[in-house]
């Protein structure tokens, strides 16, 4: 088996976590048979597993991935500790790239503090996406950029994420949201399906949402994006610069009666009807900036404000909140960030999961 060192360091990129498996490492291998919404956390648990020395599925003949080396292991598992946090420049929070994903490439920043609140872009690279995401989060350490990005507005993060697709992706297949391998501690039923529920399901009616047991979010990216431009390549926005919908490049009927670009709620509405996704897809032609913001989950307080504020360390288990866009089908992401609070370590015995 290629050592995952040289898969991750080969010129060209595996063709995504199916070729990663038929490759030989990764634990997209072992998840295989997972459903799309168990992917994320399937990968973090199963790279764990190859961590500590257990011997993984993944054929039907009972055959098991070779031994990696620890180092290599250690990678695909890896966690911030008190050192991390301690060295991270948005201390108490700390952005890094999801440790699971080999075939993710980050470049120009270290990919396990990377930067936030300044404009720099995060640059990356997957078989899927190719681009830069800029990340704000409001009361998180920053400078007057960051201040100029949250000025007379509620929302409390902001992320950018620019890029062209490298493949055609159909609309209906590409989601974004959160999903957990568990959670514990929950408020009562009824505060959750009764009142938390609804409001998830009214900011986004095509949004899916899974069990307690093992939770997810999601939503199509066309339908649930803040805000959403395409641009011909070099006539795209700086990706630091404010939010603004577009879509004409992509779709010119995308528009009001004077020729000026639909509003994004009006976009959402749209695609929030599954026949409107039918058959259309994402083109590789264009560069697509999405805006993703929101106002009800503090990012440096690790808190959910919503009628009332709710603690998320007491209930995601040391599990970070993610940023990420990925296929429905296979679970494979076109990016994945992870947004650990200092205060997760406490909950995980003092490294975050």
């Excluded at 956390?41 to 599925?57: P, T, Y």
């Excluded at 948005?90 to 930067?115: E, H």
């Excluded at 599990?319 to 990925?326: A, V």
Aim: proline fraction near 10%; aromatic fraction near 8%.
């Amino acid at each position: 088996m290629p050592a995952l060192a040289e898969l991750c360091a080969a010129p060209e990129l595996p063709a995504g976590p199916a070729a990663w498996a038929a490759a030989g490492g990764g634990s997209s291998a072992c998840c295989a048979g997972v459903p799309p919404d168990r992917q994320c956390s399937c990968q973090l648990e199963s790279a764990s597993s190859v961590l500590q020395g257990h011997a993984l599925s993944i054929s039907s003949s009972s055959s098991s991935l070779p031994d990696l080396a620890v180092e290599e292991a250690a990678e695909l598992t890896w966690r911030p500790t008190d050192a991390d946090f301690a060295a991270a420049h948005g201390r108490p929070v700390l952005l890094a790239a999801n440790p699971a994903l080999p075939y993710q490439r980050i470049s120009g920043a270290d990919r396990r503090n990377l930067p936030f609140n300044d404009g720099s872009p995060i640059e990356i690279e997957t078989p899927l996406f190719s681009g830069r995401a800029c990340v704000w989060l409001r009361g998180a350490p920053g400078g007057p950029a960051a201040d100029a990005q949250f000025a007379g507005r509620r929302r409390r993060s902001l992320v950018t994420v620019q890029g062209r697709f490298r493949v055609p992706v159909p609309l209906d297949d590409l989601v974004t949201g959160q999903e957990f391998g568990r959670v514990e501690n929950l408020p009562p039923a009824w505060l959750v399906e009764g009142v938390l529920l609804k409001i998830a399901r009214a900011v986004s009616p095509s949004m899916v949402i899974g069990p307690a047991s093992a939770p997810f979010m999601l939503m199509p990216v066309i339908s649930g994006c803040s805000e959403i431009h395409a641009a011909r390549p070099g006539e795209e926005p700086h990706p630091a610069e404010a939010p603004r919908e577009d879509l004409r490049a992509w779709d010119p009927s995308l528009c009001i009666a004077d020729g000026s670009p639909l509003p994004a709620a009006k976009r959402k509405a749209h695609f929030s009807r599954p026949a409107a996704r039918a058959g259309r897809a994402f083109p590789t032609d264009l560069v697509f900036t999405f805006y993703f913001y929101q106002h009800v989950v503090d990012i440096s307080a690790y808190q959910l404000d919503v009628l009332y504020k709710f603690d998320l360390t007491k209930y995601l288990v040391g599990q970070p909140l993610q940023l990420m866009m990925r296929l429905r089908s296979t679970g494979e992401f076109a990016y994945c960030l992870h947004l650990y609070h200092e205060r997760l370590l406490a909950k995980s015995g003092g490294k975050a999961k």
